[in-house]
């Protein structure tokens, strides 16, 4: 984590061929100034996570890293405060109890939906497609009230197995979206020999498809699992505060205050919520490794 | 996808309602002269019926026990600290009635207020830091009248009459005002402003000759900013109310909020002159308008608390202002209201018009018409259901009647007397008038005008004039 | 393509063998709903154990349970074990069970049907949760009094909404050209470097940060402070270092509006480096040796040969992010509220749904950006049009 890209030659060797010392050097340098870039923003965040509140205000937070050894500018007030918020760890296994089933759900209709679009045949399939993707644009907020009536309506309000339901509603298109053009891309001779062995469509899309798409499914279930661990306006709404359902970003959110007047405890509240998604993030990482499915795609 | 998440800090941002952090209040007994003679030690059970009559039938009812065990939900933007004062501060109707008044206090406010009330699932009781909004929910039809559940003449006695006045629509009162805030004041560096010498001004004039003598001491006078997210720019029409309120007849006032004359009537022009003297003459604001646009709300103040002395000696903010100052031990100077700062009442500019005072409030509305909702809803409009938050201080109840020796903790203190000698009280005006001028082009066009450093008045006047529904 | 027996003689072990799933899911459903239950019930942990306890036979510690409560923690692991079971186990087993029940029918029937079962509850999901409800909502907003022609007449005339639609424009074209080229550029030297997964976790970082965190680490990046006091900003303090008068980055359009639409790539980057470099990944190590056996450059090879291959995906990606930044307010919201001439259309709605409660004018804003959205979904239509279909 703390350190740039290693020194150790590194080049895979299915690649290497041809690639000059100069390209080499080129590359690693590339690298390392775009990882650097893209890190500073949050290294900011870090280093002003372990600072006092009017520290941060009056000061850069790279003054802190100028002086390291002043030990009095560090201090973990902001994550003890945090922590020691009354409801935190309940909070937390409330967000997973809503997160993992509002990503399994709609990347398991995502996946059937996707097969059925790319494998297989029924009248109004593109019309159904492009309807679905339309639908990426339509703004979730359109969507509040209405279904915020038919919950109440089902007494869904207010229920795990509600903003599960609307997790999945919310995602779907993008989910059935994006895994449609990596199973539309599947080679199809595997398809119809499993279809010519006798296969049915269950079979292939359990046995074939599901394997070979888990890149696609591990990428979808990253940002699926993001969005709702991060979400704030749909749990507030369907779930409400209460603490039996609360989940975490509401309970970091009011640590803030009304005003905002705490704002510098978001710097540690962003670090404690973002641990759960990238652990989640470097589990799933192998998946995207090329070894995985080469061998299967290639037969 | 990381673009739909939705803003957290959005609330963090959101416009600030007149509002205080408070310690918990206090569930000490102590003696009132309300009605009700609920208030004192907690009980466990619900009372006897021996209690006297409140006036009020569900009440009375409520306090006997009839609905104990019902639910009652109300909403508010009352988080933390200042979500668990109004908790605690329920807890004596809840021992009483038995009835399970439940507060839930949440971020993103507004939006998900208007989203349940759409979906059917409003609560009881809801917090409402602006009547326009109230009159919005009224005009759908969504409120519940409250004259017939309150007494209309009590409530008039009890309550400054402007503000009954901004809860009732039509002649029905549909709202109940729970706390005050009074925007109108000018805090400063007690210590230092003394040391140099300076003495607080008590009219325009004087405001002018001290801002004049400190930017002749190589210093800046005023700490402003007004940079808030999504609601920056509400600090300026605060301002901007404030001294119309001190140039023009209260009537000007009110028929400018109720659009009866233009927005950019000659009086608001001449204001935003005024205004534009303290905010954009050379050397008067701290970092000037670059700094203004550019510096968080919560910011504004800190250069007056400089180790090396103040660099901008006074700051137009309400009372809430002392949450944003640096309070924890570690290493921090730390500044406590009261011996740090302090405030002075925004001087009077024309003797006719008097010392108006400038105010934001919370109030109250009722969706459902339950009988417990009832009798919830008439124990908010009485002393008991305020008295201890007042003793604990950081509250100034909307409630006249609490007695005035209740206010023992400062700044409420202060603003106690200051609201005692006002000629006047009036409502934030950007609050009433609609939401697309109010907490649109009225902020919108003050941030612009502040970018063009106050040049271009009357053009960013008319174009917010245009902007009316 | 088959899907039953090629033989139709009576088979009883394989009517059974066809039942048994269909069995064993409506099993699976009951205890779906079950488990539903318990999730309702605020003591539903204590019931689970305190059952579990009766079935062991220890019905005075089931009692004890019933009096007294499980501890917090106990109870919560309980409700995740419970949700997480019912909730992935459930969707699931709909699937194995709607797929019984085809199987059931008769072949010809059973081939037609389906394609629904699959596609089905995806398309029922969707209409129940946007389909139907942006049609209520924009329903009433055009049958609310002063009708269509106010309204969009309105909104035409408003110079706001064509700041707005100036802005979109930029954020489409720069948002989405920087977040895709970016990403692609990122995932192909990514993938020459054995330890990409470090790089990689930096890039990604980004996008496991909650909006209120990156509105906090953005107001660190583009603070602007008077030139007489530190600079909290890193670029004010890089750019002062440099000599220079500090920029209020987000109040000067039209800078403002780039230094927002940076936040969106910063944002963006990520997700778009992930799913290309997945794709990258398909690309079988044969046919970039046989090109560079054909004496391909490097240049030639990513154009040429690569691109070309993973084209699909970066359609997806830019598709995607597109869409997303069509949508996207909260950068702005948080940050200016569209102030300084930064408005965006999303913005623009959500300020007029939730601020304003101005309804009508919500809804039309959404279907100017719905038409805003046709021209992207024609082009994946086509694409789709182009592939070719299953077996």
């Known amino acids: ?299 | 996808m990381t673009t739909r998440r939705l803003p957290a800090l959005a609330a963090a941002l959101a416009l600030v309602a007149a509002a205080c952090a408070n310690p918990p209040a206090t569930t000490a007994p102590s003696a009132t002269s309300a009605p009700p003679a609920q208030s004192g030690a907690p009980t466990t059970e619900p009372s006897a019926s021996a209690a006297p009559s409140t006036g009020y039938a569900e009440l009375d009812a409520a306090l006997a026990g009839e609905y104990a065990g019902a639910d009652v939900t109300i909403l508010s933007q009352w988080i933390e600290g200042e979500g668990e004062a109004f908790d605690d501060s329920l807890q004596e109707f809840r021992d009483a009635t038995g009835i399970n008044l439940d507060h839930e206090g949440i971020s993103n406010y507004e939006t998900v207020l208007g989203v349940r009330v759409e979906g059917g699932d409003a609560p009881d009781i809801a917090q409402i830091a602006q009547p326009g909004t109230m009159q919005s929910y009224q005009a759908d039809g969504k409120l519940v009248d409250l004259s017939s559940i309150l007494d209309t003449s009590r409530i008039s006695t009890d309550f400054n009459p402007s503000l009954v006045d901004l809860a009732t629509v039509d002649g029905k009162l549909y709202g109940l005002f729970y706390k005050q805030d009074l925007k109108s004041i000018v805090w400063y560096p007690v210590q230092a402003f003394e040391a140099k010498g300076y003495t607080v001004p008590t009219t325009w004039d004087e405001l002018v000759a001290l801002s004049d003598r400190i930017v002749a001491d190589g210093s800046s006078p005023w700490c402003t900013t007004i940079e808030h997210g999504d609601a920056s720019g509400w600090v300026a029409t605060d301002w901007l109310e404030d001294i119309l309120l001190r140039t023009a007849p209260l009537e000007t006032y009110d028929k400018w909020i109720a659009h009866e004359v233009p927005f950019n009537d000659p009086a608001v022009v001449n204001a935003a002159n005024l205004m534009a003297e303290m905010w954009f003459k050379d050397g008067y604001t701290f970092g000037g308008s670059e700094r203004i646009n550019g510096t968080w709300v919560g910011d504004s103040q800190s250069p007056m608390f400089d180790p090396a002395g103040p660099k901008c000696w006074l700051h137009k903010q309400a009372a809430w202002i002392p949450d944003f100052w640096p309070k924890d031990g570690d290493g921090n100077p730390q500044f406590t209201p009261g011996e740090d700062s302090a405030f002075f009442y925004f001087p009077e500019i024309d003797p006719q018009y008097g010392k108006p005072v400038l105010g934001g409030g919370d109030m109250f509305v009722v969706f459902n018409d339950r009988p417990e909702v009832r009798a919830a809803i008439q124990w908010l409009s009485t002393v008991d259901a305020v008295d201890h938050r007042v003793e604990a201080g950081g509250f100034l109840a909307a409630n006249n009647s609490v007695p005035a020796e209740l206010y023992k903790v400062y700044p409420q203190s202060g603003l106690a007397e200051i609201a005692r000698n006002a000629t006047a009280l009036r409502f934030d005006a950007s609050d009433s008038m609609p939401k697309e001028v109010g907490a649109g082009s009225f902020w919108k066009g003050m941030v612009k005008w502040v970018a063009q450093n106050g040049d271009g008045t009357q053009a960013i006047l008319d174009e917010i004039e245009a902007s009316w529904p | ?391």
């Open chain 1, 1 to 299: 984590m703390s350190a740039g890209v290693p020194a150790v030659a590194a080049v895979r060797p299915g690649r290497r061929q041809r690639t000059s010392l100069l390209g080499f050097v080129s590359v690693r340098v590339a690298i390392t100034a775009i990882a650097v870039l893209w890190t500073v923003p949050t290294a900011g965040l870090l280093v002003s996570s372990f600072r006092s509140n009017a520290d941060i205000r009056a000061t850069g937070w790279w003054e802190a890293l100028l002086h390291p050894f002043e030990l009095t500018t560090w201090t973990l007030t902001n994550y003890g405060q945090v922590l020691a918020a009354d409801g935190l760890a309940g909070a937390f296994v409330n967000s997973l109890v809503v997160t993992i089933p509002a990503t399994a759900i709609p990347i398991t209709m995502a996946a059937f939906a996707a097969y059925a679009f790319a494998w297989m045949r029924f009248p109004g399939r593109s019309l159904l497609f492009a309807l679905i993707v339309a639908l990426l644009v339509v703004p979730l907020q359109m969507s509040l009230v209405p279904v915020l009536r038919m919950f109440t309506a089902t007494d869904l309000n207010g229920t795990f197995l509600g903003i599960w339901l609307a997790h999945t509603g919310f995602g779907l298109p993008l989910a059935v979206y994006l895994l449609y053009n990596y199973i539309s891309q599947l080679p199809g001779e595997l398809m119809e020999s499993a279809s010519i062995d006798g296969a049915s469509h269950f079979a292939i899309f359990r046995r074939i498809v599901v394997p070979l798409s888990v890149p696609a499914l591990a990428s979808f279930a990253i940002f699926q699992f993001l969005w709702v661990w991060n979400d704030l306006l749909i749990a507030l709404v369907y779930l409400g505060t209460d603490s039996t359902v609360a989940v975490l970003p509401a309970r970091l959110r009011e640590l803030v205050g009304t005003k905002g007047e705490s704002w510098h405890l978001l710097t540690a509240a962003a670090f404690v919520t973002m641990v759960v998604p990238f652990a989640v993030f470097l589990l799933l990482q192998r998946y995207f490794v090329r070894g995985l499915i080469a061998g299967s795609v290639k037969g």
């Open chain 3, 1 to 391: 393509m088959t899907t039953a027996p090629l033989t139709r003689r009576p088979d009883p072990v394989g009517a059974l063998v066809r039942v048994a799933p269909l069995a064993a899911a409506l099993v699976g459903l009951w205890l779906i709903v079950l488990g539903l239950d318990v999730l309702r019930d605020p003591l539903g942990a204590d019931r689970v154990w305190a059952s579990l306890y009766d079935v062991l036979g220890q019905s005075a510690t089931a009692d004890a349970i019933r009096e007294r409560g499980l501890d917090a923690v106990q109870a919560k692991l309980t409700t995740l074990v419970v949700g997480v079971v019912v909730g992935v186990g459930g969707i699931w087993l709909v699937y194995v069970g709607l797929n019984a029940v085809a199987d059931l029918l008769p072949r010809r029937l059973a081939g037609a049907v389906r394609p629904w079962l699959f596609v089905g509850p995806a398309a029922a999901m969707v209409a129940v949760f946007l389909v139907v409800p942006a049609i209520v909502t924009i329903w009433s907003s055009l049958s609310a009094e002063g009708g269509i022609a106010e309204t969009y007449g309105a909104l035409a005339e408003d110079p706001e909404m064509w700041v707005a639609v100036r802005n979109n424009v930029l954020w489409l074209v720069l948002g989405t050209g920087g977040s895709v080229g970016i990403g692609l550029l990122i995932a192909t030297l990514v993938d020459r470097v054995k330890r990409e997964a470090l790089a990689k976790t930096f890039i990604f970082l980004p996008l496991a940060i909650s909006m209120a965190g990156a509105a906090v680490i953005w107001r660190f990046v583009y603070a602007w402070v008077p030139e007489s006091e530190p600079q909290i900003g890193i670029l004010n303090a890089i750019w002062t270092a440099l000599g220079n008068e500090p920029v209020a980055w987000l109040q000067a359009p039209p800078l403002n509006t780039f230094a927002l639409i940076v936040i969106m790539v910063w944002l963006q980057t990520g997700f778009a480096m992930v799913v290309l470099s997945a794709a990258l990944k398909g690309v079988p190590n044969e046919i970039i040796e046989a090109a560079r056996i054909d004496g391909a450059t490097e240049r030639q090879l990513f154009f040429a040969v690569i691109v070309p291959m993973i084209k699909g995906t970066i359609l997806a990606v830019a598709t995607t992010i597109a869409i997303a930044i069509l949508k996207v307010f909260d950068i702005v919201y948080v940050t200016t509220g569209g102030k300084f001439e930064t408005e965006v259309l999303a913005n623009r709605m959500f300020t007029e749904l939730f601020t304003f409660r101005n309804f009508e004018r919500a809804s039309a804003i959404a279907v100017v950006l719905f038409l805003a959205v046709t021209p992207i979904i024609a082009i994946n239509v086509r694409d789709l049009r182009r592939r070719r279909v299953g077996p």
